[in-house]
């Protein structure tokens, strides 16, 4: 807590009445700073996360949506540190299926904002990242490797701007207002990736539950590819075991292990379900 309080300090003319510790956050650790008229969140990258994030480009794309009204104002941030401090929302909650709609309108809303940052998410360097700092893999995906390199490809050819991480705990959603929050993986992308993030960083297995994905985010004359939507579905799931296993060999915290347990598990199951030696 010591050095938390030392950036509190710098940052601020006055000290919290109280400083909380929130649970979500995979990458980072957030507070919730409490004065008396006023209640933020502070973001504090891990440290390992040494040159996993360009928070310069982070920087950028903050600034490039802030007119859009998709994220929480941002109070302060710091590029080089990636330290970050935003408004808390009282009450808010996570995504759940209930908020699949929500959600899906907030992809697409990016989406559709025409925001370029001629960067390209690039799929094989992050998972050649991973797997490089991954000492010990916790679960051989080796069979599906293939699928990253036709991520890349077919991100490459067609990309607009993606946040790239659409877990549970980077949407907000109150009565009157919805957020997509974090976007350290924000870059151009194929916005089928952003789609099959939502579905698998979430779990939804339910083939309901996906249609009304499909239904909110496409228009009723668009073709939807299927085939480019199972080699995201694949090739998501062999990243962020990769990822998964490689936070749980630096951090050993159970929740990690518990994400590359769950992303193979899910692997095997998408692999076998859609037998994709048929369209390798």
Same mark, same amino acid.
């Given at each position: 807590m010591k050095t938390l309080t030392t950036i509190i300090k710098k940052i601020y003319q006055e000290e919290p009445l109280s400083i909380q510790y929130l649970e979500q956050g995979l990458t980072n650790d957030n507070y919730l700073l409490t004065f008396p008229d006023k209640q933020h969140v502070i973001r504090l990258p891990k440290p390992g996360n040494i040159d996993l994030f360009d928070y310069h480009l982070e920087a950028l794309v903050l600034e490039q949506i802030k007119d859009l009204n998709l994220d929480v104002h941002t109070l302060y941030y710091n590029a080089d540190s990636g330290i970050k401090i935003s408004n808390y929302i009282p009450n808010a909650k996570? /995504?759940?299926p209930e908020y699949i709609v929500e959600a899906t309108n907030l992809i697409k809303k990016l989406h559709q904002?025409?925001?370029?940052?001629q960067k390209t998410f690039d799929i094989q360097a992050h998972f050649n990242q991973y797997q490089h700092r991954n000492i010990t893999p916790l679960f051989n995906t080796s069979f599906a490797h293939g699928f990253i390199d036709k991520a890349k490809t077919l991100s490459h050819e067609n990309h607009v701007l993606c946040h790239n991480d659409c877990?549970?705990?980077n949407f907000l959603f109150t009565q009157t207002d919805s957020y997509l929050i974090d976007y350290e993986y924000a870059?151009?992308?194929?916005?089928? /990736?952003d789609l099959m993030s939502l579905i698998t960083e979430n779990d939804i297995q339910d083939p309901e539950q996906r249609r009304l994905i499909y239904d909110t985010y496409f228009d009723d004359d668009e073709i939807i590819d299927d085939e480019a939507l199972f080699i995201f579905e694949i090739a998501q799931h062999v990243l962020w075991c990769e990822w998964a296993s490689?936070?749980?060999n630096e951090h050993h915290d159970q929740i990690y292990y518990d994400i590359a347990q769950l992303k193979y598990q899910r692997l095997l199951e998408?692999?076998?379900k859609h037998k994709p030696g048929e369209i390798i």
């Open positions: 996570h /995504f759940s904002s025409k925001i370029h940052v877990v549970e705990g870059m151009e992308n194929h916005p089928y /990736f490689f936070m749980y998408a692999w076998n």
